[in-house]
Every structure is written in structure tokens, then in C-alpha cells.
């Protein structure tokens, strides 16, 4: 069964410090994996994506890693801001006959505080 | 480039009504997506258009809720009647084929209550 299960479920930090949020997999075949941000109310905001070469991906403050033999994914927050406080979740995707299909996490949610 | 539109924002509604929601997506984008997330869960896929044409509906409550993308562009969730259990964000989102990258932009999304 293609699950994709995120861990912690909720984390709470202080400002300035760093993070980070794990996403295990067993999605097959796997296209891609995504993270993704969503602000409270909002719809997810695509962070990093990552294809099955690749290791890491950065996005300013975010980076994240994926190791395709484990099947495990993190995203690391570097020099956590207040407006990092989200919901961040991994998406992994597989491709179908008409295009992409994906497989959320439940998602992380990360609370920052002053 | 303009984003995947919805609307509306918000929509309160009591038991056994009817809604509508509305999705624009990127221009372009053949393929067509209709989410349910329930509060502190990840989106669930109800719907996927390809043009105008349904691939995946396995998830979609067929009995109360329907979904059309009758040219091939804008499309429509419509919930009838309404449960207390359909309270969740509807999210649409459109995307580009894998042979152009896969692309997948989320729209902002409809936050439905029910009571």
C-alpha cells in the first residue's frame, strides 16, 4: 500500500534555532518527492521537489535530503524565523496515464516562537 | 504567471444544502485536481481531469458529491446534500504533464463549514 508517514507530528522551537522534520515512504513506483509548506487557511506552497538521483535540494533556509534506497526524506530549517510556524508536509508522487498522482504525509506542524 | 483561482474563500452552510465551489486552473495545465483536507490531515484526492475527462474518482463520495470540467478548463465541485463531516478545505490544483516537469500548483482553497 503506498503511505507516506511524516514525523514529528508537531514540533515546537525557538526562533533562531534549527530543525528537522523526517518523511518515510513506500510509494512504487516513485516519481518524485515534494515538500511542501501550508500556512494555516492556505493552499501548500511547493518548497523543494526531488527526483530519485537526486540527494539534496536547497531552497534558501530549507534544505532537504532524500536517500531512495531507505525510502526516507528529511527537510532541515536552518536560522528558524516566526513566519516559519506552518504545516509542512511531504508529498511523493508516481506518475499515472494522465499525469501525476500524490501520496500526502499527514504533515508536520511547526510552531516557532520568540 | 497567474495561479490555480478559487472561489469562494469561505462558505457556511447547515446540513442538507447545497454548495458549489469553483477552480480556474493555470492556463495550460490539462490536468485537474480536486482535494478534501479535513483539519489536521493531509489533502485527499477526490477527483483527477485530464482535458475534460475523469481518470481517478475512486474517492469521490459519488452519492453527495459531483465534479465536472465540461471544456476542458474551469471546473466545479458541487456537494448535495451537505454532511457535518464535508466541513474541510477544498483545494484544487492543476498540473503540467511528467514530460514537462510535473508541475503542480495548489490554488488557495474553499474552507467549507457545515453545521
Known amino acids: 500500500k503506498n503511505q507516506v508517514e511524516q514525523s514529528p507530528q508537531s514540533l515546537i522551537i525557538l526562533e533562531g534555532k534549527n530543525c528537522t522534520l523526517q518523511?518515510?515512504?513506500?510509494?512504487?513506483?516513485?516519481?518524485?518527492l515534494r515538500w511542501y509548506k501550508q500556512d494555516t487557511g492556505r493552499g501548500p506552497v511547493s518548497l523543494t521537489i526531488?527526483?530519485?538521483?537526486?540527494n539534496t535540494k536547497s531552497n534558501g533556509r530549507y534544505t532537504a535530503t532524500l536517500d531512495a534506497d531507505t525510502k526516507q526524506s528529511s527537510l532541515h530549517i536552518t536560522a528558524s524565523q516566526l513566519s516559519d510556524s506552518a504545516s509542512y508536509i511531504c508529498?511523493?508522487?508516481?506518475?499515472?496515464?494522465?499525469?501525476?498522482?500524490?501520496?500526502f504525509g499527514k504533515g508536520t506542524t511547526l510552531s516557532v516562537s520568540s | 504567471e497567474a495561479g490555480v483561482a478559487q472561489s469562494p474563500r469561505y462558505k457556511i452552510i447547515e446540513k442538507r444544502q447545497s454548495v458549489a465551489f469553483w477552480c480556474n486552473p493555470i492556463?495550460?495545465?490539462?490536468?485537474l485536481y480536486w482535494y478534501q483536507q479535513i483539519l489536521g490531515q493531509g489533502p485527499k484526492l477526490l477527483i483527477q481531469?485530464?482535458?475534460?475527462?475523469?481518470?481517478?474518482d475512486s474517492q469521490l463520495p459519488k452519492d453527495r458529491f459531483s465534479a465536472e470540467r465540461l471544456k476542458g478548463v474551469d471546473s466545479t465541485l458541487k456537494i448535495q446534500p451537505a454532511k457535518l463531516e464535508d466541513s474541510a478545505v477544498y483545494l484544487c490544483?492543476?498540473?503540467?504533464?511528467?514530460?514537462?516537469?510535473?508541475?503542480?500548483?495548489f490554488g488557495s482553497g474553499t474552507r467549507l463549514t457545515v453545521v
Open positions: 518523511c518515510n515512504y513506500t510509494v512504487s513506483p516513485f516519481s518524485n
Open positions: 508529498v511523493v508522487s508516481w506518475a499515472n496515464q494522465a499525469g501525476t498522482a500524490l501520496i
Open positions: 492556463s495550460g495545465h490539462a490536468t
Open positions: 481531469f485530464q482535458n475534460n475527462g475523469v481518470v481517478d
Open positions: 490544483a492543476s498540473s503540467t504533464p511528467p514530460s514537462a516537469g510535473g508541475g503542480y500548483t
Open positions: 526531488m527526483t530519485f538521483s537526486e
